[in-house]
Protein backbone atom coordinates (compact mmCIF):
# COMPACT_ATOMS: atom_id res chain seq x y z
CA UNK A 1 0.00 0.00 0.00
CA UNK A 2 0.46 3.41 -0.11
CA UNK A 3 3.75 5.34 2.05
CA UNK A 4 3.48 8.34 3.91
CA UNK A 5 6.34 9.17 6.00
CA UNK A 6 7.31 12.08 8.37
CA UNK A 7 10.98 13.54 9.58
CA UNK A 8 11.53 13.66 12.44
CA UNK A 9 9.78 11.27 14.59
CA UNK A 10 10.59 13.37 17.75
CA UNK A 11 11.72 16.52 18.47
CA UNK A 12 12.85 18.82 21.15
CA UNK A 13 13.32 22.21 20.86
CA UNK A 14 13.71 25.00 23.17
CA UNK A 15 11.18 27.84 23.53
CA UNK A 16 11.16 30.80 20.70
CA UNK A 17 12.97 28.77 18.11
CA UNK A 18 11.19 27.36 15.15
CA UNK A 19 11.06 23.55 14.43
CA UNK A 20 10.21 22.25 10.57
CA UNK A 21 8.55 18.32 10.16
CA UNK A 22 8.52 17.27 6.82
CA UNK A 23 5.79 14.54 5.38
CA UNK A 24 6.76 12.48 2.09
CA UNK A 25 4.88 10.40 -0.46
CA UNK A 26 6.92 7.82 -0.50
CA UNK A 27 5.29 5.71 -3.47
CA UNK A 28 2.98 8.43 -4.72
CA UNK A 29 1.86 11.64 -5.66
CA UNK A 30 0.10 13.56 -4.02
CA UNK A 31 -1.78 17.27 -5.00
CA UNK A 32 -3.02 17.32 -1.50
CA UNK A 33 -1.74 16.44 2.12
CA UNK A 34 -3.04 16.99 5.38
CA UNK A 35 -1.93 18.41 8.30
CA UNK A 36 -2.91 17.42 11.96
CA UNK A 37 -2.46 17.76 15.59
CA UNK A 38 -3.26 15.73 18.16
CA UNK A 39 -3.09 16.17 22.51
CA UNK A 40 -2.72 13.82 24.95
CA UNK A 41 -6.09 11.38 24.87
CA UNK A 42 -7.70 13.60 22.55
CA UNK A 43 -8.49 13.31 18.76
CA UNK A 44 -6.79 14.66 15.75
CA UNK A 45 -7.53 17.68 14.93
CA UNK A 46 -7.25 18.73 11.48
CA UNK A 47 -5.27 21.97 11.20
CA UNK A 48 -4.81 23.09 7.43
CA UNK A 49 -4.64 21.20 4.06
CA UNK A 50 -1.70 21.39 1.92
CA UNK A 51 -1.78 22.33 -1.90
CA UNK A 52 0.86 21.48 -3.82
CA UNK A 53 1.62 25.09 -6.01
CA UNK A 54 -0.41 26.87 -4.04
CA UNK A 55 -1.23 28.25 -0.67
CA UNK A 56 -2.71 26.32 1.95
CA UNK A 57 -6.13 26.11 3.29
CA UNK A 58 -6.28 26.55 7.67
CA UNK A 59 -9.03 25.71 9.48
CA UNK A 60 -10.63 28.18 11.47
CA UNK A 61 -7.97 28.59 15.15
CA UNK A 62 -5.12 27.75 13.24
CA UNK A 63 -2.53 30.81 13.03
CA UNK A 64 -1.31 30.52 9.90
CA UNK A 65 1.62 32.72 10.31
CA UNK A 66 2.74 30.27 13.27
CA UNK A 67 2.21 27.40 11.59
CA UNK A 68 3.61 27.75 8.13
CA UNK A 69 2.71 25.17 5.61
CA UNK A 70 4.96 24.77 2.16
CA UNK A 71 4.29 22.19 -0.46
CA UNK A 72 6.40 22.38 -2.91
CA UNK A 73 6.04 19.34 -4.45
CA UNK A 74 4.02 16.58 -5.04
CA UNK A 75 5.94 14.29 -2.53
CA UNK A 76 6.50 16.84 0.17
CA UNK A 77 4.84 18.57 2.39
CA UNK A 78 6.75 20.75 5.26
CA UNK A 79 5.16 22.39 8.25
CA UNK A 80 7.36 24.94 10.76
CA UNK A 81 6.27 25.88 13.82
CA UNK A 82 7.58 28.68 14.51
CA UNK A 83 8.59 30.34 17.43
CA UNK A 84 7.54 27.37 19.48
CA UNK A 85 6.34 27.67 22.69
CA UNK A 86 5.50 25.13 25.58
CA UNK A 87 1.30 24.15 24.46
CA UNK A 88 2.93 23.51 20.98
CA UNK A 89 3.95 20.67 22.32
CA UNK A 90 1.92 17.73 20.42
CA UNK A 91 2.05 15.08 18.58
CA UNK A 92 1.97 16.39 14.49
CA UNK A 93 0.64 13.72 11.92
CA UNK A 94 0.25 14.59 7.92
CA UNK A 95 -1.93 12.44 5.62
CA UNK A 96 -2.36 12.41 1.95
CA UNK A 97 -4.11 10.29 -0.57
CA UNK A 98 -2.55 8.48 -3.76
CA UNK A 99 -5.32 10.29 -5.52
CA UNK A 100 -7.96 8.82 -8.02
CA UNK A 101 -9.42 6.09 -7.83
CA UNK A 102 -9.32 5.66 -3.90
CA UNK A 103 -10.81 7.37 -1.49
CA UNK A 104 -8.55 6.62 0.94
CA UNK A 105 -6.17 8.74 3.61
CA UNK A 106 -2.55 7.34 4.50
CA UNK A 107 -1.05 8.84 7.64
CA UNK A 108 2.64 9.35 8.40
CA UNK A 109 3.68 7.69 11.30
CA UNK A 110 3.62 11.06 13.10
CA UNK A 111 5.91 13.62 14.90
CA UNK A 112 6.23 14.39 18.66
CA UNK A 113 7.25 18.03 19.64
CA UNK A 114 8.15 18.81 22.63
CA UNK A 115 8.83 22.29 23.68
CA UNK A 116 10.89 23.59 26.77
CA UNK B 1 -19.15 17.92 6.99
CA UNK B 2 -21.22 15.14 9.03
CA UNK B 3 -20.45 14.75 12.53
CA UNK B 4 -20.03 11.58 13.89
CA UNK B 5 -20.95 9.89 17.58
CA UNK B 6 -19.49 6.80 18.94
CA UNK B 7 -19.07 5.42 22.44
CA UNK B 8 -15.92 6.88 24.08
CA UNK B 9 -14.72 3.51 25.16
CA UNK B 10 -15.59 -0.22 25.48
CA UNK B 11 -13.96 -2.74 27.09
CA UNK B 12 -14.04 -6.89 25.69
CA UNK B 13 -11.85 -10.02 26.15
CA UNK B 14 -9.86 -12.08 23.94
CA UNK B 15 -11.77 -14.13 21.28
CA UNK B 16 -15.02 -11.88 21.37
CA UNK B 17 -16.63 -10.23 18.48
CA UNK B 18 -16.96 -6.63 19.18
CA UNK B 19 -19.23 -4.67 17.70
CA UNK B 20 -18.54 -0.47 17.56
CA UNK B 21 -21.47 1.62 16.43
CA UNK B 22 -21.07 4.92 14.62
CA UNK B 23 -23.88 7.43 14.37
CA UNK B 24 -24.31 9.53 11.56
CA UNK B 25 -27.30 11.36 11.25
CA UNK B 26 -26.67 13.93 8.97
CA UNK B 27 -24.75 12.19 6.35
CA UNK B 28 -24.70 13.31 2.72
CA UNK B 29 -25.31 11.66 -0.60
CA UNK B 30 -22.33 11.26 -1.52
CA UNK B 31 -20.60 10.61 1.86
CA UNK B 32 -18.68 7.16 2.29
CA UNK B 33 -18.36 5.74 5.56
CA UNK B 34 -14.69 4.92 6.61
CA UNK B 35 -13.07 3.36 10.15
CA UNK B 36 -9.56 3.92 11.17
CA UNK B 37 -7.48 2.27 13.64
CA UNK B 38 -5.03 4.24 15.88
CA UNK B 39 -2.39 2.81 18.15
CA UNK B 40 -0.58 5.17 20.83
CA UNK B 41 1.81 7.48 19.24
CA UNK B 42 1.34 6.25 16.00
CA UNK B 43 -0.94 7.66 12.65
CA UNK B 44 -3.96 6.02 12.29
CA UNK B 45 -4.41 2.90 10.01
CA UNK B 46 -7.05 2.98 7.43
CA UNK B 47 -9.53 -0.34 8.05
CA UNK B 48 -12.45 -0.22 5.88
CA UNK B 49 -14.65 1.99 3.92
CA UNK B 50 -18.29 1.36 2.57
CA UNK B 51 -21.05 3.19 1.13
CA UNK B 52 -24.62 1.02 1.90
CA UNK B 53 -24.86 -2.86 2.90
CA UNK B 54 -22.29 -4.91 4.03
CA UNK B 55 -18.43 -4.48 3.19
CA UNK B 56 -16.16 -7.09 4.73
CA UNK B 57 -12.49 -7.50 4.50
CA UNK B 58 -9.73 -9.39 5.92
CA UNK B 59 -9.31 -7.72 9.36
CA UNK B 60 -13.45 -6.38 10.07
CA UNK B 61 -16.89 -6.10 8.64
CA UNK B 62 -18.96 -2.80 7.97
CA UNK B 63 -22.57 -3.18 8.29
CA UNK B 64 -24.44 0.26 6.98
CA UNK B 65 -28.38 0.03 7.11
CA UNK B 66 -30.66 1.43 4.53
CA UNK B 67 -30.91 4.76 5.55
CA UNK B 68 -27.16 5.38 6.29
CA UNK B 69 -27.64 7.00 9.24
CA UNK B 70 -25.54 5.14 11.22
CA UNK B 71 -22.99 2.04 10.80
CA UNK B 72 -21.21 -1.02 12.90
CA UNK B 73 -17.83 -1.62 12.69
CA UNK B 74 -17.72 -5.32 13.60
CA UNK B 75 -14.14 -7.04 15.09
CA UNK B 76 -14.88 -10.94 14.89
CA UNK B 77 -12.38 -12.53 17.50
CA UNK B 78 -10.31 -9.62 19.09
CA UNK B 79 -6.94 -10.28 20.66
CA UNK B 80 -5.14 -7.87 23.05
CA UNK B 81 -3.54 -6.89 20.02
CA UNK B 82 -6.63 -4.88 19.19
CA UNK B 83 -6.84 -2.76 21.74
CA UNK B 84 -6.45 0.86 20.13
CA UNK B 85 -8.49 3.85 19.18
CA UNK B 86 -10.93 3.63 16.51
CA UNK B 87 -12.50 6.63 14.81
CA UNK B 88 -15.59 6.73 12.22
CA UNK B 89 -15.58 8.86 9.67
CA UNK B 90 -18.28 10.54 7.06
CA UNK B 91 -16.85 12.36 3.74
CA UNK B 92 -14.02 11.61 1.77
CA UNK B 93 -16.07 11.41 -1.93
CA UNK B 94 -13.11 13.03 -3.35
CA UNK B 95 -9.60 11.96 -2.01
CA UNK B 96 -8.82 15.67 -1.51
CA UNK B 97 -11.54 16.17 0.64
CA UNK B 98 -10.82 16.49 4.15
CA UNK B 99 -11.67 14.38 7.18
CA UNK B 100 -12.92 15.42 10.11
CA UNK B 101 -12.01 13.42 13.51
CA UNK B 102 -14.52 12.79 16.14
CA UNK B 103 -13.99 11.77 19.60
CA UNK B 104 -13.73 7.84 18.49
CA UNK B 105 -13.74 4.47 20.82
CA UNK B 106 -11.36 3.82 23.02
CA UNK B 107 -11.36 -0.36 22.89
CA UNK B 108 -9.61 -2.09 25.61
CA UNK B 109 -9.21 -5.80 24.99
CA UNK B 110 -8.58 -8.04 28.08
CA UNK B 111 -6.56 -11.55 28.16
Known amino acids: GAVVSQHPSRVICKSGTSVKIECRSLDFQATTMFWYRQFPKQSLMLMAT?????????EQGVEKDKFLINHASLTLSTLTVTSAHPEDSSFYICSASPGRGTREQYFGPGTRLTVT | LAKTTQPISMDSYEGQEVNITCSHNNIATNDYITWYQQFPSQGPRFIIQ???TKVTNEVASLFIPADRKSSTLSLPRVSLSDTAVYYC????????????FGTGTRLQVFP
Open chain 2, 50 to 52: GYK
Open chain 1, 50 to 58: SNEGSKATY
Open chain 2, 89 to 100: LVGGEMYTDKLI
